[in-house]
């Protein structure tokens, strides 16, 4: 990479760290090129992204943005895995952690909070944004149709009762 092209990456990488909501730091010596290549998917599809790059790229990039204070994480072969979403990241690295012994979380960050692994793997136990949206939803969809069930029913109620009166007299 050429001078140019790093100035270009630390600058468009700080902007995007700026934007983002959470990151997550790991290790991920050993794994393979398929590997890296499922995790990348896996974080793509919850909506984050995953990024190996030059640490010392990285911690120029993260300087002057509200994640800087996770630059000492970024010491070996490492990878951040960072979305919008403050459970995502969270929740694929640790999900793919699980699976692959190599992929080893140092940290994170969400906004200018510090996490270590154990804060990583407690944000992946929450449910995600749209989990909460759906949970919500829900909820007030509930009491809507529980007062249509009610409204309905003395009419059902009624109309049994004339039935059955309208059976009785038929009886006779």
Known sequence: MERAEKQKFVTSFNEVLSNTGVAVVAHYAGLSVSQMTQLRAEAREAGGTVRVAKNRLVKLALQ????????????????????????????VAANFAKANDKFV?????????????????????????????????GLLQTPASRIAQVT???????ARVFNAYAEKGEAA
Not at 152 to 158: D, N, Y
């Open 105 to 137: 979380i140092l940290g994170g960050a969400l906004g200018s909070t510090n996490l270590d692994a154990s804060g990583v793997n407690a944000l992946a136990t929450m449910p995600s944004l749209d989990e909460l949206r759906g949970k919500l939803v």
């Open 64 to 91: 002057g943005t509200e994640l800087e204070h996770i630059s000492d994480l970024f010491q070996g072969p490492t990878v951040i895995v960072y979305s919008d979403d403050p459970v995502a990241a969270p929740k």
């Open 152 to 158: 309905s029913a003395p009419a059902g109620q009624l």
